[in-house]
């Protein structure tokens, strides 16, 4: 029973990726409503009106909405407030403590034994503190100096503190635009143009000197075209505008494995979400998970159904379905279960440690207006950002591979990977393609990886496949190096499979893109050759320092860096950097791995069926060497 037990808790271990480290992540103040964002069946609550009554602008963008939504939302903080005011005359200040922010306010409290200030009675009041990061949305981490705010509203709780309701005078967002936002926009402006330019300054160096080595200049032009003119056309990109009156029907499909931690979450931003409810429902297919994820679908579920009430205002019994699978298939078939039992035109998937925008699925189906449009993916956003140096690498990583790279394909509509966070199928499509699909063989080996990739195959051989940034979903990475590190090797087996594929085809696309592609296919095969080559040949056989080589590199780590100062104004921008570096250093490394290893079936980080073999196989053989090892050590007791 014991070694049972040792047994569940190691297989619970190794499906979590040994996270020892606690995410840090911000925590939005829940509202009053567990679902306060669909509207009911009665059509008395809209997000045009959060308290319950008709909108008169029946025209209101939706971009407004929710940019006031976003200004709006509070996140429950611990900061120390210095508070500066006039009051009889008199400049006085005192400190407090801030329960709540949001872009527009600040909700401060002070202890019963403290003396009541009456901010609604003082005049030219500023506040003083400190945005700590993680405790708001990326970028709004800051040091705030005076900004002036009014009391709105005070408050005594019985035996409790005192309670001042604080409105900023200018958001937040103004205030670090005036304060500090202009700042980092300008010198990434200027560090932009330089990098650009020297980039091209040494690719014209190297048409120079072309004649005395071909290919390596060859390879470095190619190159650096082909990451300029992913941020030439990244910046082109524009989403697709919200048509209020376009609502197809949506089945959001959450595939679960051991996700106990966050299934909740992420099933309550599915449910939760600005559109039709009779036109949206989700499902949770459980993939014979070993740890209490189950339980805790059943109990989110039953939590749902009660909020319902009597009254049945938003339908969750027709609207909120689970399946458990009896064993363990993997991603791909616990997808499939999903696309079979929806009912509804489009499909959403979603990562079951991924939580959306209350808007997401919203703007996710816009573009498919398109009657050619076969599947879109949405923005990908990291909501541990702010837990370790590894979470703010990865951090500047997706911001830049889906507001630049993937924005870059989606404005030809050629976007080569549909991401698995967030992304949106035409049904029909997906049921086509669904045997081939959960039956794909690569080279005589069964392709239990790299679904999104796969799938996206299936449907951009024919049909246009694009990008929505207005369609946001917060993802949980990886927070320790192992489980980062398997991940990475997972992604570059499944691309490398992949991509090999849709070279058959990628030539029929839009000449920009197919040349694009092939371009990119190029430079990362290659890349580890190259590197061998600059940093260990060139030295050691015609000793020569790799200077120039060396400084292309730093110029691509720094355009990532400043291209995330510049749209995002974040204070993480540095890391770009580092996450360069470490590629360099490290991760370029596992291609060359990938490369003879890409018919490898075990995920990694998760206990698929190939998992579980695996770790059978390696029991095995470390039971026979035990085994092997006892019968020495009788044999040598007998001779003894």
Not at 67 to 89: C, H, P, S, W
Not at 227 to 247: E, N
Request: aromatic content about 12%; charged content about 25%; some cysteine.
């Amino acid at each position: 029973m014991a070694n049972e037990e040792k047994a569940q808790k190691a297989s619970k271990k190794n499906a979590s990726g040994m996270n020892r480290e606690e995410d840090i992540l911000f925590r939005p103040k829940p509202d009053r409503r567990l679902l306060s964002y669909a509207p009911d069946s009665s059509g008395t609550r809209t997000n045009h009106d959060r308290r319950g009554q008709g909108s008169s602008e029946a025209d209101e963008s939706y971009v407004k909405l929710q940019q006031d939504d976003k200004n709006g939302q509070r996140y429950l903080v611990d900061y120390e407030v210095i508070v500066t005011f006039l009051a009889g005359g008199k400049k006085q200040s005192c400190k407090m403590h801030g329960a709540d922010i949001s872009t527009t306010g600040i909700l401060l409290t002070l202890p019963p034994s403290a003396k009541d200030a009456h901010l609604q009675e003082a005049s030219d009041i500023r506040l003083t503190f400190e945005i700590t990061p993680g405790s708001m949305p990326e970028g709004y981490e800051m040091k705030v100096k005076k900004i002036p705010a009014k009391c709105v509203r005070e408050a005594v709780r019985e035996d409790g503190p005192h309670l001042y309701g604080m409105q900023f005078e200018s958001t937040l967002a103004e205030y670090s635009n005036t304060h500090r936002r202009n700042y980092m926009l300008a010198v990434a402006s200027f560090f932009l143009a330089v990098i650009v330019f020297v980039i091209v300054l040494m690719r014209a160096e190297s048409v120079i000197y072309f004649k005395f080595n071909r290919w390596l200049y060859l390879y470095s032009i190619i190159a650096a075209t082909f990451l300029l003119t992913r941020y030439l056309f990244g910046s082109f990109y524009r989403s697709t505008k919200i048509d209020p009156d376009y609502t197809p029907g949506v089945t959001v499909i959450i595939p679960c494995f051991n996700e106990e931690k966050w299934i909740q979450h992420t099933i309550l931003g599915c449910i939760n979400q600005d559109y039709p409810i009779d036109k949206l429902e989700v499902i949770v297919v459980d993939d014979c998970s070993n740890d209490h994820s189950v339980e805790k679908i059943q109990e989110m579920v039953e939590k749902l159904r009660q909020s319902d009430g009597d009254r049945s205002m938003y339908h969750i019994e027709d609207r909120l379905h689970y399946f458990v699978q009896p064993v363990n298939k993997g991603k791909r078939e616990a997808m499939a279960v999903g696309a079979h039992m929806a009912k509804h035109e489009l499909l959403v998937f979603v990562d079951s440690d991924s939580f959306l925008d209350p808007y997401a699925v919203r703007n996710i189906v816009q573009p498919f207006k398109d009657k050619k449009m076969g599947g879109v993916s949405g923005r990908t956003d990291v909501a541990n950002t702010y837990t370790n140096a590894l979470t703010k690498m990865q951090a500047v990583r997706y911001y830049i591979a889906f507001r630049i790279m993937k924005a870059a394909e989606g404005y030809f509509d050629a976007v080569t990977c549909l991401s698995g966070p967030l992304s949106c199928y035409r049904k029909d499509l997906v049921l086509k393609y669904c045997d081939d699909w959960l039956n794909q063989k690569f080279l005589g080996q069964r392709a239990t990886f790299g679904d999104d990739r796969s799938m996206t195959n299936f449907i951009l051989r024919h049909h246009r496949t694009t990008y929505q940034d207005t369609a946001v979903c917060m993802t949980i990475v990886p927070n320790n190096y192992k489980m980062f590190l398997r991940q990475q090797m997972r992604w570059k087996r499944s691309w490398l499979r992949e991509s090999i594929i849709a070279a058959r085809y990628m030539w029929k696309k839009e000449p920009f893109m197919s040349l694009n592609f092939y371009m990119g296919l190029l430079v990362s095969i290659a890349a580890p050759i190259i590197v061998l080559y600059n940093l260990i040949y060139i030295p050691i056989m015609h000793r020569v320092f790799p200077l120039a080589f060396l400084v292309g590199m730093l110029m691509m780590a720094l355009l990532m860096s400043m291209a995330q100062l510049f749209l995002r104004r974040s204070t993480t921008w540095i890391f770009g950097v580092w996450f360069c570096l470490y590629y360099e250093a490290v991760l370029l490394w596992q291609m060359p791995v990938a490369w003879f290893t890409f018919w490898k079936s075990t995920w990694g980080t998760r206990l698929t069926p190939a998992d579980l073999a695996e770790l059978a196989k390696k029991k095995k053989k470390k039971e026979q060497k035990k085994e092997q090892k006892e019968e020495k050590e009788e044999k040598k007791g007998d001779r003894t």
